[in-house]
């Protein structure tokens, strides 16, 4: 009997200690439940089956800023392994696939943004992790089928090639992510899953620099090959999320699940589009309609409007960036305009931004708007003001000649993706506050509450072994008694 409890008592011990070492640099309010709920799954036999229910939703706690003069990105922490080690993500509703940087990568900065300890990943030091091979359905279904010279055991790779023309090439693997599953108001729970992502080999172009360096991209594309899918094909939660990027504090809100409160008007998605495109209809200045067509915003190569939050500024094609150009800059005549680092028309301006230059708001389907104003649409650098708006003609690839609205234009705006019915939609509101997602289970809201993430340390080689001979030493109680 002594030894029945002894191994239920390492049990305990095994299961509290693996939850406070991940909890560096995330509000500790979040893991204080954690320990005790995983406990209380691991003794009840009566607990649900995990792929028969779904969730209230997730808290992806996120830092970082959308302003451009200070490198504007917003990024999440997130664990991967056994045992689990913090890797920092950028968040970016523009990409499909999660990946971090593998130890096979020579090039990759061990610090990064703010000078946050930067981790590269080993599936060989995660109990749980294990490679994709080209075999499985995973690896043809993210290729669209069978690819030459990858069949059998062969690894599967990928190339992802962002905008800027950077990219990151790695192959597939699969390991344990945890996440922060909303469980009360304003409280978490720890869970996790098993999601394939990237294991990147070789980066380029910024996510390479020391100064905007990550471990890697947190993709929340509509494939099926992101974290959302997956989670969802699982059943652990609705294909639905939220973000809310506060540009005045930093960090924001970023949930998975369905959002009830504040209510959203919603717009069509662009269907048989790979990212999130919506029709624009017109661009108000001020109290002024630029004078185009709605055939500018609905035919040709431009599909729609792209929301991606993994972009700063905002990017207009000509046709419509010089209209707007030209109305804004009416309102001061007198400027003296310079070019700053070979993109951004800059100006020096003593007043106040918002009595001297007017808001603009563009509208969409469904009388959905979104209402930029000058202290959002205009950055300081050094003593002058620069303009996010940018020309995408004049962009290096030429497949940037379309609208694409980033940070710029998200940034205090909660804006909900709802994958289920095609459809987004955003309204003003406080990041810095909190939002309710519905349980769909008991059918209770449940707040899901504001974050702004500081540098954390990783998972140390000591606690990593130090977990290593716990299990061993439980393993030796459990089958051997």
């Known amino acids: ?127 749980t992790g294990k490679l994709i091979f080209c075999g499985q359905s995973f690896c043809k279904d993210f290729n669209g089928g069978s690819v030459p010279g990858c069949f059998g055991n062969n690894t599967c790779n990928y190339k992802q090639v962002y905008g800027d023309g950077s990219y990151s090439r790695g192959s597939f693997v699969e390991d344990v992510v945890q996440y922060d599953q909303v469980s009360g108001d304003l409280e978490t729970k720890s869970a996790n ?89 017109a661009v108000e200045v001020g109290n002024q309609f630029l004078n185009l067509s709605v055939d500018v915003f609905m035919n040709g190569e431009n599909n729609g409007v792209i929301i991606d939050s993994g972009t700063t500024l905002a990017y207009l094609p000509e046709v419509i960036y010089g209209p707007l150009m030209k109305k804004i800059l009416s309102w001061q005549p007198d400027l003296k305009l310079r070019t700053v680092r070979d993109e951004y028309t800059c100006f020096k301006y003593s007043g106040s931004v918002d009595d001297g230059f007017p808001q603009v708001t563009f509208h969409f389907k469904n009388s959905l708007s979104l209402r930029v104003r000058p202290h959002e649409y205009l950055f300081p650098y050094e003593d002058l003001f620069c303009i996010g708006w940018q020309n995408s003609a004049n962009q290096s690839r030429d497949k940037w000649n379309l609208t694409l609205f980033g940070d710029l234009v998200l940034s205090n705006k909660l804006v909900v993706y709802d994958l289920e019915n095609q459809a987004i939609g955003w309204t003003e509101y406080n990041c810095s506050s909190s939002i309710e997602l519905k349980d769909e289970i008991t059918g209770s809201v449940r707040l899901v509450g504001a974050h702004s993430l500081s540098s954390g340390s990783s998972l140390t080689p000591q606690m990593a072994l130090t977990f290593l001979l716990l299990v061993a030493l439980l393993h030796n109680y459990l089958f051997n008694w």
């Open 193 to 281: 899953e098993s999601v394939i992502f990237g294991c990147g080999a070789s980066q380029s172009g910024d996510l390479i620099s020391s100064d905007e360096a990550f471990d890697g991209i947190l993709g929340f594309g509509k494939s099926n090959s992101s974290m959302l899918s997956q989670l969802a094909s699982s059943g652990k939660v609705k294909n639905m999320f939220a973000h809310c990027l506060d540009g005045v504090n930093g960090g924001g809100i970023f949930a998975i699940g369905s959002v009830v409160q504040p209510k959203v008007n919603m717009t069509p998605l662009v269907p048989n589009q790979p990212h999130y495109n919506v029709n624009m209809m």
């Open 1 to 127: 009997m002594g030894k029945f409890n002894l191994r239920y008592f390492l049990l305990l011990i095994l299961v509290v200690w693996s939850v406070n070492v991940t909890s560096e640099g995330v509000i500790k309010v979040n893991y204080k439940f954690a320990g005790s709920e995983r406990n209380l799954r691991a003794l009840k036999a009566h607990d649900e089956m995990r792929h028969l229910r779904i969730l209230a939703g997730i808290d992806l706690p996120i830092g970082g800023t959308g302003r451009p003069d200070s490198i504007g990105l917003y990024f999440a922490k997130i664990g991967i392994g056994t045992p689990p080690y913090n890797y920092y993500v950028q968040v970016d509703t523009g990409s499909d696939i999660m990946w971090v940087n593998c130890i096979a990568c020579q090039e990759c900065p061990r610090r990064g943004y703010h000078g946050l300890e930067l981790t590269l990943y080993n599936p060989r030091d995660s109990l």
